[in-house]
């Protein structure tokens, strides 16, 4: 059974940074790609960045890109997202996801097998 912990949301104003840590139980964590996602109150799950097995590849949203880095560090079996110019659209609940295909989109939300709980992002104006 695999569990992901999502943590290092909270309150921040405009302008500000967070980073975000998705840490993954077993042991085959560097073998999978993994993903962040957020859902704001009335809104679907969105996809927000990706980054492939190895950390050779990185995917992004047309909304966060150039201010959101994804990174992982395989030997912690941990995965960060860090926001930066965070703006007051990008309040939400994010989640970390693994994916366990090797080909097909990363964008999806189909093609994600394993969620966390969620971690509240919230930037004030």
């Known amino acids: 059974q695999v569990q992901l912990v999502e943590s290092g949301g909270g309150l921040v104003q405009a302008g500000g940074s967070l980073r975000l840590s998705c840490a993954a139980s077993?042991?085959?964590?560097?073998?999978?790609?993994m993903g962040w996602f957020r859902q704001a109150p009335g809104k679907e799950r969105e996809f927000v960045a990706a980054?492939?097995?190895?950390?050779?590849?990185?995917y992004y949203a047309d909304s966060v890109k150039g201010r959101f880095t994804i990174s992982r560090d395989n030997a912690k079996n941990t995965v960060y997202l860090q926001m930066n110019s965070l703006k007051p659209e990008d309040t939400a609940v994010y989640y970390c996801?693994?994916?366990?295909?090797?080909?097909?989109?990363?964008?999806?939300?189909?093609?994600?097998?394993?969620w966390g709980q969620g971690t509240q992002v919230t930037v004030s104006s």
């Open positions: 996801a693994r994916r366990p295909f090797v080909s097909g989109s990363y964008y999806v939300l189909y093609e994600y097998d394993y």
């Open positions: 077993g042991r085959t964590f560097s073998s999978y790609a």
């Open positions: 980054i492939s097995w190895s950390g050779g590849s990185t």
